[in-house]
């Protein structure tokens, strides 16, 4: 294998889902023996570009070169057939087969009889090439998570796989887990083979990897540049965009009553891991307050907490000085707090229902909608009507199941839902992920006039820009832990308390 | 998003074609209409060409079916005494359905029912010479009651430990079964017979040939109260299902659990309420054949009602007005099944109706381009 000839070279790689653009005009080349990192926030378009490159989905347009010779996948075998493999996050293994039946499951031999001992054997030989280490003869669910991984990694070795793409692979890891995880690829870039490392952990793609691509909203922003040229702060800012503030007219004005108290939480993530260690913050009336953090440092448990969908293990919330933790969706509901999800489709909506129906999920527990035990589906379409119109959701008719809009229609009937409750506290968990550029416009514009209003608005958001020309004041939250809070919008500040650093230590380091 | 190919190539062995499936991203109202009816065609097509493979002659075969079922006033009474049964369980299906609670346990529900109604009469709890306007009304309740109470119990287990529902109603199916037949056998058994003795003329559901004095017509016609009971359940459902505020709940935690919990909706109690509602309606269609049909408690009461329920929820579309139309058409296929020879041909109608249908949902919601394979 000569060692200019490129692993894998994609050139002009666009691919659009209805509404989004996932990857446009993407360039991308790994080399033989590299770690290349690929960074992006969530949706800029990496598992897009993965996906492409694996076979699950087709590009509408460019090329892809495996060295150098050109390819079309049609399925994901015929990726691995050319030796790219993908490890996803999500593992996919039959908890009761042993480790070596995972492995060997979907190939040819063995034909019949499983002869598990002389592949039990095949497979040690492979875990200590690359210092992998896993009993072949233990079933899946008797392993931890980290072991797991490596299972997967194994079933794409064995199937002989030179290319290998990891999908965040550390988002699952222990720390201890992590530093062998690296070494593994170590070992394996040492012999000739190519990693492609995906992640939004910018401090691990600095130790890790030898180049990076930066995607950002489907674009290239940084093409294969060495990690050595770069620093952390710069690949923050190509990661999460320029600095230029949209002239948003935000206008001056005091905030009112404490209306949100977080006191001291402490929750758990759905893996019962500890995802809030003891997050304290206030947020008064007529100021939006933002959060920011990497996706998966507790801001999306932290809503949920807020708004009664997740168990505290400790501490409170209070709403207008009312505890709501602990109770239940309802109880958060009642007392005014509204909450834009982060997940539309299958947290904020009910897609096959219409919009009218969608409308009226936080209103139809009260008349007018509400008469009696009945519904007056009069009534909710005056509604869904009015509020149609008032915040130009476009839709023929209310009657039409939500499923059929696109992504701003949705996150508009959401915003309508939620505003036209009045509430005295809003949760904006990334409103505008996803959206077009008018349709981003349209719902900050709508959250300052909550502000002005009087509501209070917690904004959770990745995108800095968009915390920074919204919000009042900006905390920063890294695993779980508020590192210090921003009032004049400093992004370096931000940047930094972002990758771990906190605020007290970042004024001693400015002042030597 | 695109699915992946549905026929993946393999080595050595490749189609010039793939198909794909690729999401609608518009329905129009015929669509699902018009696939419904070819559906069925097809399904006559297919079961026209087992008969003729097995030497009959299908068009007289469907012919006779046609005839035995809704041939003349007197078949057509039979068939809507059988559809009055598998309206209930039909409509106790596809509440339950619309939830996602597959309670295929409506069999046993229906046995309970049955149990419970009785138990007014042979208990006693009622004396024998309660008026009928009392007995009948104490009997629905009871036999509600009873079903809704085998409901509970699959349905408070899912709600609250989450037991697989399917498993559970299944199970009770059998336990029902020989509940009713404990209670047959040691208690009400009519000398030693497995059955009750006759209810008296009291805790009989009317029935049309009640009224040949005044409408001649009407002389020799079985079809009882019963009919007119589930026709009023049908619009009880409906009215719950799209005009209540309940209704509205079970259909987004139907279509959405996240969302529905994110709404602030009591999922844990909306579960345990939908079973024990479907128990009830199942329950009544027990009740009514004790009382419009038998008269007594006895073994067999129910031609696999309760499962038929299944399948008439799901050719419904868990619409209660369309289960009415497809209760009267299964009906008729259990009649004709009686009538003519082989028995198995009706039944092997109804799979392979049930089979195209709910195949050609698929044509509903995916549009099927076929494309030339890149070398």
Not at chain 1, 207 to 220: F, P, S
Request: glycine residues 10%.
């Amino acid at each position: 294998m000569a060692d200019t000839t490129p692993a894998v070279e994609m050139k002009g790689i666009t691919r659009a889902f209805p509404g989004v653009l996932a990857n446009d005009n993407v360039d991308f080349d790994l080399q033989t023996g590299e770690i290349h990192a690929l960074l992006g926030e969530n949706g800029a378009g990496k598992s897009t570009l993965m996906n492409i490159l694996t076979g699950l989905y087709r590009p509408d347009q460019g090329e892809i070169r495996v060295r150098g010779e050109r390819v079309h996948f049609n399925s994901p075998k015929d990726a691995i057939r050319v030796g790219i493999g993908m490890v996803h996050q999500h593992f996919m293994l039959v908890p009761s087969h042993t480790v070596t039946e995972n492995i060997l499951l979907g190939l040819e031999h063995p034909r019949f009889f499983m002869r598990l001992p002389e592949f039990d054997k095949e497979i040690m030989g492979l875990e200590q090439r690359f210092g992998l280490k896993v009993d072949p003869r233990a079933k899946i669910w008797q392993l931890s998570v980290g072991e797991q991984q490596r299972v997967e990694i194994l079933k794409m070795l064995y199937r002989g796989a030179d290319i290998l793409i990891m999908d965040e692979p550390t988002a699952v890891l222990a720390p201890v887990e992590i530093g062998d995880l690296v070494k593994t690829l170590r070992a394996m870039v040492g012999e000739g083979k190519s990693v492609v490392f995906i992640s939004h952990k910018l401090h691990e793609v600095m130790e890790v990897a030898d180049r990076v691509t930066v995607l950002r909203r489907g674009k290239v922003t940084a093409a294969g540049v060495p990690t050595a040229d770069m620093t952390q702060a710069e690949l923050a800012r190509l990661m999460v965009g320029r600095t230029v503030l949209f002239s948003l007219d935000k206008k001056p004005q005091p905030p009112g009553d404490v209306v949100l108290e977080v006191e001291d939480i402490h929750a758990d993530n759905n893996r019962q891991l500890p995802a809030l260690r003891g997050v304290s913050l206030t947020v008064r009336a007529g100021e939006i307050v933002g959060l920011a953090a990497v996706a998966g440092n507790g801001q999306s448990e932290l809503a949920e907490v807020i708004t009664g969908l997740r168990a505290s293990t400790q501490g409170r919330v209070l709403v207008d000085g009312e505890e709501v933790n602990n109770r239940s969706t309802r109880v958060a509901i009642e007392a005014g707090v509204a909450h834009i999800p982060e997940d539309r489709n299958h947290v904020g909506t009910s897609p096959n229902l219409s919009v009218t129906e969608n409308l009226i999920m936080k209103s139809y527990r009260h008349p007018p909608v509400a008469r009696g035990w009945a519904l007056s589906y009069v009534a909710a379409r005056d509604r869904a009507q009015t509020l149609k119109q008032e915040y130009d959701i476009m839709v023929p008719d209310v009657r039409m199941p939500v499923r059929l809009l696109s992504g701003g229609n949705v996150q508009r009937t959401i915003l309508a839902r939620e505003i036209s409750e009045q509430p005295n506290l809003m949760i904006a968990v990334q409103p505008t992920r996803g959206l077009d550029v008018g349709a981003i416009e349209g719902v900050r514009r709508l959250l300052l006039e909550q502000r002005e209003n009087g509501a209070a608005i917690l904004l959770i958001s990745e995108e800095l820009e968009e915390l920074i020309s919204l919000s009042d004041r900006i905390y920063v939250l890294y695993e779980g832990e508020v590192m210090g809070e921003v009032l004049d919008g400093d992004i370096d500040a931000i940047g930094q308390m972002m990758t771990g650093t906190r605020q007290e230590d970042l004024t001693t380091r400015e002042g030597s | 998003m695109t699915t992946p190919d549905i026929s993946a190539p393999r080595r050595g062995f490749r189609l010039p074609y793939t198909l794909r499936l690729e999401q609608r991203t518009k329905v129009s109202g015929w669509l699902p209409i018009v696939t419904s009816i070819g559906a069925v065609i097809v399904a006559l097509i297919i079961g026209a060409i087992i008969l003729w493979a097995a030497g009959g002659n299908p068009i007289r075969s469907y012919r006779h079916i046609v005839q035995a079922a809704f041939g003349n006033v007197g078949v057509f009474n039979d068939t809507l005494v059988k559809a009055s049964p598998l309206i209930f369980t039909g409509l106790a299906c596809a509440i339950a359905f619309r939830m996602r609670l597959w309670n295929i346990g409506a069999e046993g529900q229906l046995y309970l029912g049955a149990w419970g109604a009785s138990a007014i009469v042979l208990l006693p709890i009622l004396p024998e010479t309660t008026p009928g306007w009392i007995m009948i009304p104490a009997m629905m309740l009871a036999g509600f009651t009873a079903g809704a109470l085998w409901g509970l119990i699959p349905g408070y287990l899912k709600a609250k430990l989450n037991v697989n529902e399917i498993i559970t109603t299944l199970m009770l199916n059998y336990i029902a079964v020989s509940w009713n037949n404990y209670w047959i056998f040691s208690h009400w058994s009519e000398s030693g017979f497995q059955m009750s003795p006759t209810f008296s003329k009291n805790a009989w559901l009317p029935r049309l040939a009640d009224f040949a004095k005044q409408v001649p017509f009407f002389s020799g016609l079985t079809l009882h109260l019963g009919i007119v009971f589930a026709l009023a359940a049908v619009v009880i459902v409906w009215l719950i299902l799209y005009r209540s505020r309940w209704g509205y709940e079970i259909r987004l935690i139907g279509d959405n659990p996240n969302a529905a919990k994110y709404a602030g909706i009591r999922i844990v109690r909306t579960t345990v309420l939908v079973m024990m509602l479907s128990g009830g309606l199942a329950g009544l269609a027990g009740m009514t054949e004790i009382s419009g049909v038998v008269h007594r408690f006895q073994e067999q009461i129910s031609a696999d009602f309760g499962f038929t329920g299944i399948i008439i929820a799901w050719l419904a579309k868990l619409n209660p007005f369309a289960v009415v139309l497809v209760s009267i058409l299964f009906g008729g296929l259990i009649l004709a099944g009686r009538e003519i020879q082989p028995a198995g041909i009706p039944l092997m109608l109804q799979g392979i109706i049930l089979f195209s249908i709910i195949s050609s949902e698929m044509l509903v919601r995916y549009r099927v381009t076929i494309r030339r394979q890149e070398a």
